[in-house]
């Protein structure tokens, strides 16, 4: 019998559980977020080795090698490019020697990802270039002495196609699973639909086809059901990632990937497991999962302790006030609104993946119409490629004299261009900011892009405030003080929340004017930010005012994949009952369950930050009017 008869009867018998993330783990244990990954077989196999070991010990049935991105064009630009068969080589053998320790029957999977990001040369690469790139890692991954290839995390069908071909040419015996990643969106960069390209792999000789990292658990159970069939393979990211002190987490927690497992074997998966962001610990829930599913079967295999990722801070100098100048601006709408006592309203608006704003305008004109004082303009969240967002908010200022917010990220600007950039907005009359990191690329359009973040919120605060005090950075005059009006976000659901009010401390200390927190859903939620804000401020709470977060709800499912697959989203257990009580009424009763919140806090916070889902707009205007008009408010 050869090995792909075996690898199939092991599937016929019952779902394999593949490991967790390697990355993941090498950066929350001091490997540099920018280092050669591919290396570390050969420089750190000790590290490499006990990571393979603790995801043997958490109940994996597969486990890859560390040798993702190990080929030529990737090696190249660390002058490794000549290395590829030896680190792939060095890697199955990592893996075969963890294995060997555990003593467990074990397939160590050769894991092969694309030759680099998606970009126009990549894709039009020579095919005999991308064919020998291929090759040489596969071949030192027989060498190494794979069970089976483990071809991951493509975008491409065609360089699939190829590193397949490949694959099977090298070891006619060996076992192939092929995976594909499809964004939000549900597919890939060149329009294929995940129905697509299942048809186009089944025409190769592959062995399992599935899909891994990718928006999340949803997401990808999503496009394993636009495959159709059975005996897929899933492996989503834990969520989706934010960076917090440096380091990327993820919002989806062992117990949620747990519950998703059976989800996934009822969609037709032969192989689950987990990519970016999943460690040891949602494997070994994964595995009690799957075990229960089969009570008769293995005893279940306890959790393991992961260690917490290293705390990296940026130390930011508290702004001390300067002297105030006749020649400064007037204050913004926003906080003439807010000093006045106003319950101010803000919508947010997602800028337009085109070079058309047409759309974006008349929704921000709908919104006027309802009643709102500003749109705020997010700046390509989910690190989405999309319309800056200085341009649109000055094109709807510019045609609706309504005033916008503009989402402004550290991520993806240097020091000189975010100050470039924020004395154009004031230029051009966009004087409220809103101060933000930003979330990873890795999470959007360019996974495998970098960020910059020279400084991080608390420090594009303080560069918002020495302009407003007449001074660039350096503490060169400007020739006047700007205007501008500085929002910083707050989420009080952070899981590690001692540091997210340390933060908050630290952008009012920066000069932040106003807050903007993340969605809440309960009156217990809005009493315990407002209770931490008294013990962190003194009697009267928050010393500048607060913008209460809110994101109605659609559905149940909605519900569910914003508490457990998006960072700084929590939801509560009875509003997530509400919504699965709702059934098809889901969005009339998120939307009274919002409005009800706002009522209740009326005398908490300032005003509101309205954030629609999936663009739904006249949602979002019906919630303004219905707001407006209880509360017996001008528009």
């Known amino acids: 019998m050869n090995a792909r008869t075996r690898f199939r009867e092991r599937l016929a018998a019952a779902p394999l559980l593949a490991d967790g993330a390697m990355g993941t783990l090498l950066f929350s244990r001091g490997i540099p977020q920018r280092s050669n990954l591919d290396e570390l077989v050969a420089t750190r196999p000790d590290l490499v080795g006990a990571i393979h070991r603790e995801y043997l010990a958490a109940g994996a049935d597969i486990i890859e090698s560390a040798t993702f991105g190990a080929n030529r064009v990737r090696l190249a630009p660390f002058g490794l490019a000549d290395q590829a068969g030896r680190l792939t080589r060095r890697g199955a053998q990592l893996a075969r020697e963890a294995r060997d320790v555990a003593g467990r029957d074990v397939l160590v999977a050769g894991s092969i990802g694309p030759l680099g990001a998606p970009t126009r040369e990549l894709l039009h690469l020579d095919e005999p270039a991308v064919r020998a790139a291929f090759r040489e890692a596969i071949d ?18 065609d360089h ?16 192939i699973v092929a995976l594909l990643t499809f964004g939000e969106e549900l597919e890939l960069p060149d329009g294929t639909t995940p129905g697509r390209a299942a048809e186009e792999l089944r025409a190769l000789d592959l062995d399992v086809v599935g899909v891994n990292c990718g928006a999340g658990p949803q997401g990808c159970l999503e496009a394993l059901t636009g495959m159709a069939g059975t005996g897929h393979a899933i492996l989503p990211n834990a969520g989706l990632p934010q960076r917090i002190e440096g380091q990327f987490v993820y919002a989806a927690g062992p117990t949620y990937l747990a519950d998703m497992a059976p989800r996934f074997v009822e969609s037709g998966a032969a192989i689950i497991g987990g990519c970016c962001g999943t460690t040891p610990e949602h494997i070994a829930a994964m595995r009690a999962s799957l075990d229960a599913l089969r009570p008769d079967t293995a005893e279940p295999i306890p959790a393991l302790e992961a260690p917490p990722p290293p705390a990296v801070r940026v130390p930011i100098v508290a702004a001390t006030p300067g002297p105030t100048t ?8 926003l906080l003439t609104a807010l000093r006045a006592g106003r319950f101010v309203i803000s919508v947010e608006i997602d800028p337009p993946r085109s070079v058309r704003i047409e759309r974006t305008i008349e929704a921000a004109r709908l919104l006027q119409a309802a009643g709102v004082d500003v749109v705020n303009i997010s700046d390509s969240a989910m690190a989405r490629v999309r319309m800056g967002a200085m341009a ?79 001074e660039d950075g350096a503490g060169s005059p400007i020739g006047a003080p700007a205007g501008f009006t500085i929002a910083c976000a707050l989420d009080p659901t952070a899981a590690d929340a001692a540091s997210e009010w340390e933060r908050l401390e630290r952008k009012i200390a920066a000069g932040a ?57 929590t939801i509560p ?46 949602q979002a205007a019906e919630l303004v009017r219905r707001l407006r008009s209880r509360r017996a408010l001008p528009a």
Request: aromatic share 6%; hydrophobic share 40%.
């Open 513 to 569: 004017h106003l807050i903007m927190t993340q969605p809440l859903y309960d009156l217990a939620q809005v009493d315990a930010m407002v209770a931490e804000s008294h013990s962190r401020f003194g009697p009267d709470g928050f010393p500048i005012p607060v913008l209460l977060g809110v994101l109605p709800l659609q559905s149940s499912r909605h519900a569910e994949f914003l508490h457990n697959e998006v960072p700084g989203i």
């Open 140 to 157: 030192g991954l027989l060498e190494g002495g794979v069970d089976l290839f483990w071809l991951e995390t493509f975008s491409s069908v």
């Open 573 to 618: 257990e009875s509003t997530r009952d509400a919504l699965r009580a709702a059934g098809e009424h889901g969005a009339e009763v998120g939307l009274e369950l919002t409005l009800t919140l706002l009522e209740q806090v009326d005398s908490l916070v300032a005003g509101t930050y309205v954030m629609p889902s999936f663009g739904r707009y006249e």
């Open 160 to 175: 699939l196609r190829i590193a397949a071909e490949e694959a099977r040419t090298a070891a006619v015996d060996l076992p």
């Open 326 to 333: 006749p020649e400064a601006p007037p204050p913004t709408g």
């Open 392 to 470: 649109v908010a000055f094109g709807i200022q510019h045609d609706l004299d309504l005033e916008c917010v503009i989402h402004t990220t550290t991520r993806d600007r240097n020091l000189m261009a975010l100050e470039s950039e924020l004395l154009g907005a004031h230029a051009l009359g966009v004087r409220n900011i809103l101060a933000l990191t930003g979330d990873p690329p890795r999470v959007g359009d360019y996974p495998v892009g970098t960020g910059v973040w020279d400084v991080d919120s608390i420090g594009l605060v303080e560069i918002l405030t020495r302009l407003n005090r007449g």
